[in-house]
T-cell receptor, first 113, second 110 residues
Framework: NAGVTQTPKFQVLKTGQSMTLQCAQD?????MYWYRQDPGMGLRLIYY???????DKGEVPNGYNVSRLNKREFSLRLESAAPSQTSVYFC????????????FGSGTRLTVV | GQSLEQPSEVTAVEGAIVQINCTYQ??????LSWYQQHDGGAPTFLSY????GLEETGRFSSFLSRSDSYGYLLLQELQMKDSASYFC???????????FGTGTRLTVIP
């Protein structure tokens, strides 16, 4: 049981380049999320998808786009990377559980130079 | 907006008990969660409190007081492997996501 799988694990981009972070879960969860984590700032929500076919902005959506390709997959795209997007990105998912526990992927460490 | 406050750092001795506090100011409230994150790793779910009181899971317990907008995570019989960051997070009505605090870095010393 893989849980939540993110690719790539590490990436270095030049300013202005684009890239897509991939996320897939095999737990049949409805809801999926993209967070970024910066030192001293905790986890901040970029976008989320409550169910297949829907996406919504979170706290820090500027500079990002998302696609909920199907129930399993939720990708995050940076169209024109900026140094301010240097961060660790986590994908997470949850089912309709009473405890609402998230399962996180292992993260993508992105550096924009 | 939502606001969660936790201490930034806590140090405790191996074998001891430590309490990590979390106070929150939110527009509505469903429940309080706790997550553990080791350096370089992903956050992992520890507990969730929707009602007042203490929830116990092995060496870890979590407490909630809705009237005080306050909760804590209690770690007993500390082990070196408990050195990690701990995040509280709230779930609020109308939002399909969790809002996370900035985290408390726990260092366990021999």
């Amino acid at each position: 049981n893989a849980g939540v799988t993110q690719t790539p694990k590490f990436q270095v981009l030049k300013t202005g380049q684009s890239m897509t972070l991939q996320c897939a879960q095999d737990m049949n969860h409805n809801s999926m999320y993209w967070y970024r984590q910066d030192p001293g700032m905790g986890l901040r929500l970029i976008y989320y998808s409550a169910s297949e076919g829907t996406t919504d902005k979170g706290e820090v959506p500027n500079g990002y786009n998302v696609s909920r390709l199907n129930k399993r997959e939720f990708s995050l795209r940076l169209e024109s990377a900026a140094p301010s997007q240097t961060s660790v990105y986590f994908c997470a998912s949850t089912g309709q559980l009473a405890n609402y526990g998230y399962t996180f992927g292992s993260g993508t460490r992105l550096t924009v130079v | 907006g939502q606001s969660l406050e936790q201490p930034s750092e806590v140090t405790a001795v191996e074998g001891a008990i430590v309490q990590i506090n979390c106070t929150y100011q939110t527009s509505g409230f469903y429940g309080l969660s706790w997550y553990q994150q080791h350096d370089g790793g992903a956050p992992t779910f520890l507990s969730y409190n929707a009602l007042d009181g203490l929830e116990e899971t092995g060496r870890f317990s979590s407490f909630l007081s809705r009237s005080d907008s306050y909760g804590y995570l209690l770690l007993q019989e500390l082990q070196m492997k408990d050195s990690a960051s701990y995040f509280c997070a709230v779930r609020i009505p109308g939002a399909n996501n969790l809002f996370f605090g900035t985290g408390t870095r726990l260092t366990v010393i021999p």
